[in-house]
């Protein structure tokens, strides 16, 4: 494309915004509905999954260690814990430490029903950390299988339960991400199309006089590219401010307040990249899908 005939396409693309002004804000109205709701879900399921991380930190596997082991031997079993794979750390805790941390849970007149009980009813433990908690049965076979271990407690129910959510709210959140930008593909095309039939005299006009494909082609591209990068922009500065307003209604609420929920700092650059290609793909895709039709005369 030369130099030129960019700033010619350009200019007949903005000016077919502005001759069919009402048609223009029609699709990027479109644009930024199908772009909000789809926004709205992709920040559902990022913090979703940023709780199901911190849960997962939190549902920890305990093994116990044998009582015929010394000190020495129960903290040597450090090691061979932690080659196993799917284990990212393991923390001794000792039976004073456990006896401590059990005592921590009453308070001081309680504590005096246990004065008679020594650290020693208790076992020396590890708190096992996994990388994936899917795979969380199969790391607590191999943690009994370990020498020296007497009995491991995994929640597998709980951990079970953590990977059914995800992987429910990443379908169900992908399907109407993938359906909602089809529809608004569907509709962009269609709002263009009703723009382009107007023109199709014109285009007829062009093609007759022997103007190529991709002269008549270009002007609708940067018409439906400047349609999708706009909408984008408004989308994304709507959706900002609905987050915002939704983070902050969360926080002053006294029962969702133990949700926590991601800056929208933390996810701004790539949600506006993504709302952008977005755009282009959809306002692109769109232009292409109708004037292609006009284009066979």
């Known amino acids: 494309m030369k130099r030129n005939n960019f700033g010619y396409f350009f200019r007949e693309g903005l000016g077919s915004i502005f001759s069919h002004g009402f048609m223009s804000f029609a699709s990027v109205c479109v644009i930024v ?5 789809m926004g709205s879900f992709t ?35 450090e090691t061979k814990l932690e080659a196993i ?9 000792s039976r004073d430490d456990a006896f401590a941390k059990y005592l921590s849970e009453f308070d001081e007149d309680e504590n005096e029903l246990f ?4 650290p020693t009813v208790l076992r020396h ?28 407690n995994a929640h597998l129910e709980i951990s079970e339960g953590f990977v059914s959510i995800s992987r429910v709210v990443g379908i169900v959140s992908l399907t109407i991400i993938l359906v909602l930008l089809i529809v608004s593909m569907f509709i962009m095309a269609n709002t263009i199309k009703l723009t382009t039939f ?5 285009i007829a006009i062009m093609r007759l006089v022997g103007a190529t494909n991709g002269f008549i082609r270009w002007p609708f591209v940067f018409e439906g590219l400047l349609l999708g990068l706009f909408g984008s922009l408004v989308a994304f500065l709507l959706q900002w401010g609905i987050y915002e307003f939704v983070v902050v209604q969360i926080e002053r609420s ?22 952008v290609a977005t755009g282009f793909i959809v306002g692109i ?13």
């Open 33 to 37: 509905a199908c772009l909000i709701i």
């Open 43 to 77: 920040l559902l399921v990022l913090n979703v999954n940023n709780m199901i991380e911190k849960w997962e930190s939190e549902n920890q596997v305990v093994a116990f260690v044998d009582e015929e082991l010394s000190d020495a031997e129960a903290r040597a079993l």
């Open 85 to 93: 794979e799917n284990v990212s750390d393991a923390v001794f805790v």
């Open 115 to 118: 004065a008679d009980l020594e």
């Open 125 to 152: 433990r590890y708190m096992i950390y996994l990388d994936d908690i899917e795979y969380m049965a199969e790391t607590q076979k191999r943690i009994v299988e370990v020498d020296g271990i007497a009995k491991v």
């Open 198 to 202: 107007d023109r199709r005299e014109e």
């Open 254 to 275: 006294t029962t969702m307040r133990i949700i926590e929920t991601l800056s929208f700092g933390q996810i701004a650059l790539p949600l506006l990249g993504v709302f």
């Open 285 to 297: 895709g769109g232009s292409l899908t109708v004037i292609r039709k006009y284009l066979k005369v």
